[in-house]
């Protein structure tokens, strides 16, 4: 199905490549457009609605969202402009069981490549506005559990102990397996 040398699974949190700010590609060109068919798999085999390349160990500047409207790639992103802002608990594949309220704006302005290597400029609400904004916060290392606040940290500290200590046992999904092994 796809020839790139590397099979991309989910890092998950405790993993450096998370924190790390990821490098603007030169341009879309066909290794680009397998990572992004490949992380278009890994978030459909997760249930997620966006994946960042770092979640899968690239530090790369794709993302790819999808919040039911079609699959949206977009390579270097940026936002150039914000309105309006809105509280709403997210998750994150990286943060498997961690849930966190994170203000975010409502409606953005993003400017990036497409998966045929076009400029484009796009304005973006409420749902695919937010998953945009959590995904290009993986590209700077910025993670849900940031958002928290102290009290709220504390809880979670707890929590991401345990998740350390079980995420080698974590399966992933069927599909992903099969996918894996292919
Ligand atoms: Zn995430």
Redesign the pocket.
């Known amino acids: 199905m796809s020839t790139l040398p590397i099979k991309l699974k989910i890092h998950y949190y405790g993993d450096a490549v998370l924190r790390r700010r990821s490098r603007p590609v030169e341009g879309v060109g066909p290794q680009e457009m397998q990572i992004f068919s490949q992380m278009e798999e890994v978030m459909r085999c997760a249930g ?1 609605v ?3 390349a770092p ?1 899968v160990g690239l530090n790369k500047q794709l993302v790819i969202v999808d919040v039911g409207e079609g699959p949206v790639a977009l390579a270097n992103p940026r936002i150039l402009k914000k309105w309006g802002s809105a509280v709403v608990e ?6 498997p069981g961690i849930y966190v309220k994170v203000r975010r704006a409502r409606k953005i302005k993003v400017m990036g490549l497409n998966e045929k290597n076009e400029k484009i400029v796009m304005v973006a609400m409420d749902l695919l506005a937010r998953a945009l904004q ?2 290009i ?2 590209l700077r290392g910025r ?2 559990f940031d958002y928290a606040n102290f009290f709220q940290k504390m809880r979670l500290k707890k929590r991401l102990k345990d998740l350390k200590a079980r995420l080698h046992a974590l399966c992933l999904p069927d599909c992903c397996r099969q996918a894996a092994t292919k």
């Not at 997210?90 to 943060?95: D, F, Q, R, T």
């Open positions: 997620g966006g994946l960042a979640q997210e998750g994150c594949l990286s943060l959590h995904e916060d993986h993670l849900i």
